[in-house]
């Protein structure tokens, strides 16, 4: 059995041969739009905002013109949801086509780092003899050659990753700067470049084979009437020379296992290894047509299909799982556009719950008041009266920076004699997009000290 492992666990370096085909086309041009997106997002503006932005540092998030402050991490739960069951849909109806298409560690191994190992290296024959032959000039200059290439791909790779994290202007001064002046993002962009250097160099499929759980959460998503791509056994054996009538349309020219990134042969079946890259499908299809016989022998099929049967493409866990995805999706939706623009919490100020002065009790409190516009917005801050108190809010009308928060100070007073027990306080903070009443309890010694408590929103 053909793998990227042998039997004794050792590893089998896996160097795929090229292929041409229409699939393989069809990839070449995804992964060249996925790697333009991915590299320009971040250079990306809207309302003078980056489109996307997680900015960690100063807890603020931009995504795509909304902005997000750290409370709204809540709405995470419901986007990673719909983002999760959208993408078990996608693999209960098309396999692994995720992988082979769209992930990450796919897109970059084979759009950016392969291409440049097979023009510094040569085709995979060149390849393998060289790995076997010894050391001599031409070797030592070309295996340098490709990872100093190596070096620069996942140090581009890296400092892009970084700009969505800072902003561009910041990532290009730092670049400029001393690596001691910013000694945090240059120790995350030196990491993250030998990481992406040794997983792109070095471990490449053993990611998605060894790491990855996706790959392993596919048998229990995949059914008998899921795409993916398979071996028709029933066409294709016996296997034999093309001159005999006897035998079956595989000639064994195993050019499927030689095209494969993780090793595999196909034709033994539905394996974890397989990522549904098709590059099995038009290495058989191109030696179909020079044999003059119908392509299809290796191909985008149903287990069920495979086999001879029909396969029901839209079942319903498949509706299932698209409806969960959408439910996901609509509630974060709902929650980011109803969400409140500010967050106004009373607070009692640490230390005593109450101050004695003469004949009056005086509490102590403050607002914490967050703006999660991204722009700076005024508020109105408005005790609600209570016979019996008297307020002092010195900062009635506060201005607060976009995604940014301010603590008001906020007192209360009250005759000792007239105090009778706890007295609900509330406070009315009004924004541009709506108010929120504040509450909380003015405490005196007729009450007891232990009856104190913190106001909340």
């Known amino acids: 059995m053909q793998s990227s492992l042998r039997a004794d666990g050792s590893r089998n370096w896996v160097q795929p ?52 402050n750290a409370q709204d991490l809540w709405l995470l739960f419901f986007l990673l949801t719909g983002v999760g069951f959208l993408l078990v849909f996608l693999t209960s109806l098309l396999g692994r086509v995720w992988c082979g298409w769209a992930c990450p560690q796919t897109v970059f191994l084979e759009g950016l780092f392969r291409p440049v190992e097979r023009l510094i290296e040569g085709p995979r024959d060149m390849r393998i003899r060289r790995d076997k ?8 200059l070309r295996k340098v050659g490709k990872h100093v290439a190596f070096v620069v791909l996942a140090a581009f790779v890296a400092h892009v990753f970084v700009g969505y994290f800072v902003s561009l202007p910041r990532l290009f001064a730092m670049m400029r700067s001393r690596p001691a002046e910013h000694p945090e993002a240059f120790a ?10 040794g997983n792109f160099a070095r471990f490449r499929e053993q990611l998605c084979i060894g790491l990855c759980p996706y790959g392993r959460m596919q048998s229990v998503l995949i059914d008998q009437d899921s795409l993916v791509v398979g071996y028709d056994k029933k066409r294709g054996e016996p296997r034999g020379k093309a001159s ?13 296992i030689a ?61 299932l799982y698209l409806a969960l995805g959408l439910v996901g999706l609509v509630s974060a939706t709902v929650a980011t556009r109803t969400r409140a623009t500010f967050e106004a ?16 009790v005086r509490n102590a409190f ?33 201005t607060v920076g976009g995604l940014a928060g301010i603590s008001l100070p906020v007192t209360v007073t009250a005759k000792r004699a007239a105090l009778k027990g706890n007295v609900p306080i509330r406070i009315r903070v009004r924004g541009p997009e709506g108010e929120r009443v504040v509450e909380g309890t003015f405490v005196g010694p007729t009450a007891g000290v232990g009856t104190s408590e913190g106001g909340a929103p």
């Open 345 to 360: 919490n009373l607070l009692r100020v640490p230390g005593m719950p109450f101050v004695l002065d003469g004949d009056e």
């Open 244 to 256: 005999d009538p006897e035998a079956g349309a595989c000639v064994d020219c195993k050019r499927c």
């Open 133 to 140: 032959g010894p050391w001599n000039a031409d070797k030592s």
């Open 366 to 398: 403050t607002i914490h008041l967050v703006n999660k516009r991204p722009d700076a917005a005024t508020f109105e801050v408005e005790p609600e009266p209570e016979p019996g108190l008297s307020w002092v809010v010195p900062m009635g009308e506060p």
């Open 188 to 197: 995350w962009a030196a990491a993250l470049t030998a990481v992406f250097y």
């Open 259 to 319: 095209v494969c990134p993780t090793g595999i042969d196909i034709r033994n079946g539905l394996q974890l290894d397989c990522i549904a890259c098709t590059s099995c499908i038009d290495a058989c299809d191109e030696v179909m047509d020079k044999l003059g016989r119908p392509r299809g022998l290796v191909r985008y099929d149903s287990l069920k299909g495979l086999a001879g049967g029909k396969a029901r493409i839209l079942r319903p866990r498949v509706w």
């Open 17 to 68: 041969a090229d292929v041409r085909g229409r699939f393989a086309r069809a990839r070449k041009a995804v992964f060249l739009l996925l790697v333009v997106a991915w590299a320009l997002v971040p250079w990306v503006r809207i309302d003078g905002r980056p489109a996307l932005m997680l900015d960690v540092e100063h807890r603020q998030f931009f995504l795509f013109g909304a902005t997000f």
